[in-house]
């Protein structure tokens, strides 16, 4: 089963206004990432947050953490058109694995 | 470009067959991993190799190998391929690996498999 779940799984916005996107996930983590993929190409790494930070900033990105209710979430400030894209987190549990889950991700649409 | 090369970018191939998909990891990245994405899915991670070794297996098909070479390139063999098969297949690559995973992956383009 997937370890993170993204949502909304879909998003529909006006170009300016702000999206959030959440990510839940089930056990203990390391770390936590999100990645940006247009359709049908590969994915980029947006943001890395380690699970002793609560809040990371990268230009109009905002990710926070809270590790006590195991979810994360992805904030995108004044979204532009070429924001349009899927959106996912991606886990590193701890105890060992050396991988990453990827969620579902969020289909994000923004409206010009 | 990303600096993880994939190849082909497309394949088309028929039920029963076997093909073999290439990755160049990023220069100076030893650690290689490889996911399958379903039309409307997330990823599914397949197998990982660090500096030639492998690190950890998901969800892969006993009809599917990898393997990471000297160089550190790595190929992913399907065979007996289904049309379930027919995917998204993407390599990514990172510096170090786990926990010492600093930095994200830096995905390659992806390879696109259409069993027919």
């Known amino acids: 089963s997937q370890q993170g779940e993204e949502d909304p799984q879909a998003l529909s916005i006006q170009e300016g206004e702000n999206a959030t996107m959440n990510c839940s996930y089930k056990t203990s983590i390391n770390n936590l990432q999100w990645y940006r993929q247009n359709s049908g190409r590969g994915l980029v790494h947006l943001i890395l947050?380690?699970?002793?930070?609560r809040e990371k900033h990268s230009g109009r990105l905002r990710v926070t953490l809270d590790t006590s209710k195991k979810s994360s979430s992805l904030l995108i400030t004044a979204s532009r058109a070429a924001d349009t894209a899927s959106y996912f987190c991606a886990t590193l549990p701890t105890g060992g694995t050396y991988k990453y889950i990827f969620g579902t991700g969020t289909r994000l649409k923004v409206l010009a | 470009d990303s600096g993880v090369t994939q190849t082909p970018k497309h394949l088309i191939t028929a039920t029963g067959q076997r093909v073999t998909l290439r990755c160049s990891p990023r220069s100076g990245d030893l650690s290689v991993y490889w996911y399958q994405q379903s039309l409307d899915q997330g990823l599914q991670f397949l197998i990982q190799?660090?500096?030639?070794?492998?690190?950890a297996k998901g969800n892969i098909l006993e009809r599917f190998s990898a393997q990471q070479f000297p160089d550190l390139h790595s190929e992913l063999n399907l065979s007996s391929l289904e049309l379930g098969d027919s995917a998204l297949y993407f390599c990514?690559?990172?510096?170090?690996?786990?926990?010492?995973?600093?930095?994200?992956?830096?995905f390659g383009s992806g390879t696109r498999l259409t069993v027919v």
């Open positions: 190799y660090y500096n030639g070794e492998e690190r």
């Open positions: 947050i380690r699970s002793n930070e």
């Open positions: 990514a690559s990172s510096p170090r690996t786990g926990v010492f995973a600093n930095y994200g992956y830096t």
